[in-house]
């Protein structure tokens, strides 16, 4: 099948899309990016203020979010599934899950993690400067937590090495390296979640993830997704007209 026939609907400032573009970058897979169309409304989630093409519904009937993997006439949704699916159908490349079976269960329980209780606390000091400090003392205290954790994942997965995977990145490394663009924006404001000294893993890690010929083209600069973010910061503290 031809490459030609590899598309991804997504939307540029989403983390989860970067996942199947740095994954099909790694396999010199090359595809076609459809862009989601954003509405004018308050909110600040990405999934939330897109239009949703027809296209995007009729591939994922079930969750209608973003990112799909349509390989031909198939589509592959959530953004892991997709990594997983293009690891497994191109051998072009290095492989991106771990070869043993322990450290393939290791890196999916840390994305799931990531997932699940990393990003949400990033994303939460987001929404809690809308509320009151409190809120987002709290938030800056769960997310650092987290971090201390990834810090301690990342000396015994890279083994001495430059990524989570070893000597390129890997699945665990895509997996936590698409939100990179977030924290550079939330550290915006003065706070520092990657320290030189209290996670100096993550700080070298960081720098040669987003120095990886697979990543910088898809990295969103950190600038255009600042005025992203204040633009819907802006839409959601507007009155709402009558």
Not at 42 to 61: A, H, T
Request: glycine share 8%; aromatic share 12%; charged share 25%.
């Amino acid at each position: 099948m031809a490459e030609s026939d590899v598309k991804i609907l997504g939307a540029w400032p989403s983390p989860y899309v970067m996942r199947p573009q740095i994954a099909l970058n790694i396999k010199y897979v090359g595809y076609e990016f459809l862009e989601e169309k954003f509405l004018e409304v308050k909110f600040l989630e990405v999934q939330s203020d897109l239009l949703k093409s027809d296209l995007l519904i009729k591939s994922n009937p079930v969750y209608k979010k973003i990112p799909v993997l349509i390989h031909g006439d198939k589509p592959i949704c959530e953004s892991l599934v997709i990594v997983q699916y293009i690891d497994e159908t191109w051998s072009s490349g290095p492989s991106i899950l771990p070869s043993d079976a322990y450290d393939r269960a290791t890196a999916r329980f840390w994305a799931k993690y990531i997932d699940d209780k990393w990003f949400p606390a990033l994303f939460g000091i987001a929404k809690a400067q809308l509320e009151e400090a409190e809120a987002e003392a709290e938030a800056v205290k769960q997310l650092l937590a987290g971090t201390a954790l990834l810090e301690e994942a990342f000396q015994k997965c890279s083994k001495g090495k430059a990524f989570f995977g070893g000597d390129s990145i890997g699945y665990l490394d895509i997996a936590l390296g698409s939100f990179l663009g977030w924290l550079r924006v939330t550290e915006l404001n003065g706070l520092t979640i990657l320290d030189a000294e209290k996670t100096p893993g993550l700080v070298g890690w960081a720098e040669n993830f987003c120095a990886d010929s697979a990543v910088k083209e898809v990295m969103p600069k950190t600038g255009k997704l600042a005025e992203f973010v204040k633009g819907r910061f802006a839409k959601m503290r507007a009155p709402t007209s009558t």
